[in-house]
Structures are given as structure tokens and as C-alpha cells.
């Protein structure tokens, strides 16, 4: 798992796109990445269950035709989506990610659980608690108090605070993924 400093998309583009169907391909020989293998493959083992939750609906927001698999298609659209979605796809991708229970809204016990997980699985040390980010989000978004945040206040709520659309992006920073991806398909190639 080697860094890849200054991964850009451009860097990324160098690779011929059979590099990464190979890739993929020597990862998930069926040309499916199961939900085990999705795992296996980014080293996420022995998690805790809210963990475990929350690699559960990252990789079910992956697998876009929800057929329990992530084929090759939908690995270069996440891919995509990682490195070049704009503000807008982000921030519909993270809401997906949040409403754990498909209801269109997401409340303060969903926000929470995917933000524990988050951390636990990152493991890093962050300055606000997950009850206390939890906590500056609805107090910043919740307009109407309702205390579930439909698609559009989250939208309007997140692009309209630098603060929450920060700390929201660096929480959900998946370029360490990109970069081992990026590091293994270069190495590859230069054994080849």
C-alpha cells in the first residue's frame, strides 16, 4: 500500500484504461467485486458493527443497479465520482450515503452512526466529536426544526457553510483509495 504523492486525475489518465480493467480484473477474476471482496480488497476487517454499517451502504451507494455486485462500470464511476465530481454529485452521493434506511431524509441517528463509523474506520483523531459535528449540522441546516434533513436542505445548508462543507469533505476524503489503486496498477506496470 504505497502513497502515490500528488495523485492527480491527469496522473491517473496516464494509465491506459486496460491497466485498470486489468487491475480490476486480476482483483475480482468473476468481473464482479462482492461485498466480501470489497473488503478484503481495501483491508477492512475485524470492524466494529456500526463500522461494518457503514461499509455496507458505501458500497451499496457504489453499486448503482443494486444487484449485490460492483462491476467494472460502476468501479470507474465511483472512481469518477472520487476524483472529478463537482460540489453537487458529491454532496447527492454523501446524502445517499447518509440515509442509511432509503427514507429520502436523514435524521440525527443516521448522521451520527455513519460519522462514528467514518471515524472508527479512518482512525483518526478529529478536533469535534461525532455528537458535537452531529449536533453543528442540524443546529446549522434544520431550518424548519423538523429535525430530518431533506435532500435540498442539505444541499442548500452544506454549500451555503465553508466550515461543514470542509470538515463534510475531509471526513469523506476516499483519495487514499484512489491512491493505493493508483500505486498497485503503476507498479504493475512496470513489472510487466
Not at 448503482?64 to 472520487?82: H, P, Q, R, T, W
Not at 463537482?86 to 434506511?101: A, E, P
Amino acid at each position: 500500500m504505497g502513497n502515490a504523492p500528488g495523485t492527480s486525475l491527469e496522473e491517473l489518465n496516464a494509465c491506459e484504461s486496460h491497466q485498470w480493467y486489468r487491475k480490476f480484473m486480476s482483483e475480482c477474476p468473476s468481473g464482479q467485486l462482492t461485498f466480501y471482496e470489497f473488503k478484503k480488497f481495501f483491508g477492512l476487517k475485524n470492524l466494529s458493527e456500526s463500522s461494518n454499517e457503514y461499509v455496507t451502504t458505501l458500497f451499496n451507494t457504489f453499486d448503482i443497479n443494486d444487484d449485490g455486485c460492483i462491476d467494472f462500470m460502476e468501479y470507474v464511476a465511483a472512481l469518477s465520482l472520487v476524483l472529478k465530481g463537482g460540489v453537487q454529485q458529491k454532496l447527492r452521493w454523501y446524502f445517499k450515503l447518509y440515509d442509511v434506511d432509503g427514507s429520502g431524509c436523514i435524521d440525527r441517528d443516521e448522521l451520527l452512526l455513519i460519522f462514528k463509523a467514518i471515524r472508527a474506520i479512518n482512525g483518526t483523531e478529529q478536533q469535534t466529536s461525532a455528537e458535537e459535528f452531529t449536533d453543528m449540522v442540524f443546529d446549522k441546516i434544520d431550518l424548519n426544526g423538523d429535525g430530518v434533513l431533506s435532500l435540498e436542505e442539505f444541499m442548500v445548508g452544506i454549500q451555503g457553510d465553508e466550515v461543514l462543507l470542509k470538515m463534510l469533505t475531509q471526513t469523506l476524503d476516499l483519495s487514499h483509495i484512489v491512491k493505493k489503486i493508483y500505486t498497485e496498477i503503476c507498479n504493475d506496470q512496470q513489472v510487466t
